[in-house]
C-alpha cells in the first residue's frame, strides 16, 4: 500500500486513533497533511484537523453509566419489561445486561429469544418470568475499565384472587391440614385434618376470610366436644358421690353416738335407783 485517503471519513479522534501517531511518519504526514481530514469526534475537537490535535487529545473515556430510569422493577409475571439507562464513554461503550441467574445479553442492538437490547443499550424483555425475578446488572465497557450498575426486577404472580410479591416470604400451610373447598369470592373454605388421637374418628375445621392472604380458623369437633361433656358428667357424678357419702359418714356417726348416750343415761338412772 502506497497511498491512503482519509478525507471524509467519520474519525474518532481518541486513543483508537493512535495506530496513525505509531505509523512510519512520512505515510504519517503524507496521509494527514490535509485540512481536509478532520475529527469528527469527541464534541470538543469535532472539525478540527488532526493533524493540529495535540497527542495528548488521542485519549479514551473510561466507560460510565451515568443512570437508570429507575433501579427497581415490579412487572406482573409474563408482562413486557424495558430498563433505560444513560451511557457515557469513548470509545461509544458496549452494553451487556446479566440476568440473576447469570445469563448473558451482549451487545447493542441484539436479540436473544424474548430479550433485546436496543442500540441505545435499553434492554427489553417481551415477557418477564420468575428467571427475571431479583437483580440484574448492565455493564458498561470499552478499551478501558468497566462500569456497572444493579436493577432489582421484582415479579407479581397472581394466584386465584391473591397478589403474591416474588420476595415476600409467607407462612406454610399447617401440614395437618388438607384443603377441600375454596370459593373466591368471601372465601370460604372446609378442611379435614389429620387426626392424631386414636379416640378421634370425625373432625372438622371451617375457615372464613375477607380475602385469599388470611383466614381464620375454629375447631368443631364433635368427638372432642363429646369427649369434654363425658368427662364433665363423670366429674359431677363424683362430686356427688364424695358429697353423700360425707352425709351418710356423718349420719352414722350421729347415731352411734346417740345411741351411746341412751344407753350411758339408762346406766346412770339404774345406779340411782339401787
Known sequence: MTQVHLTENPLQCNCLLSWLREMPSHFVHSALD??????NGPQKLRYA??????????LCIPPKVLRCKQTTYSVDI?????????????PVPEIKWTRPDGHEYNGRNTSTGAYEVTQNGTLIVDGVTMNDYGEWKVIAYNKTAPD???????????????????????TPKPTT???TTLAQNGLTAAATPELTNPNLTTATTMYTASDATRLSGEWMDSAQTKIANDSGFLIGLMVTAAIISSFV??????????????????KVSNRAAA
Open 249 to 266: 359418714t356423718v349420719s352414722v356417726i350421729a347415731y352411734c353416738l346417740m345411741k351411746m348416750f341412751v344407753i350411758l343415761t339408762n
Open 78 to 90: 409474563n408482562q413486557p419489561l424495558s430498563i433505560f439507562c444513560e451511557f457515557d464513554g469513548d
Open 148 to 170: 456497572e450498575l444493579s436493577v432489582t426486577v421484582h415479579v407479581v404472580t397472581t394466584t386465584g384472587s391473591t397478589l403474591t410479591m416474588s420476595n415476600t416470604t409467607t
Open 34 to 39: 490535509s485540512s481536509s481530514v478532520v475529527c
Open 49 to 58: 484537523p488532526i493533524v493540529n490535535v495535540p497527542d495528548k487529545y488521542f
Open 177 to 179: 391440614t388438607k384443603l
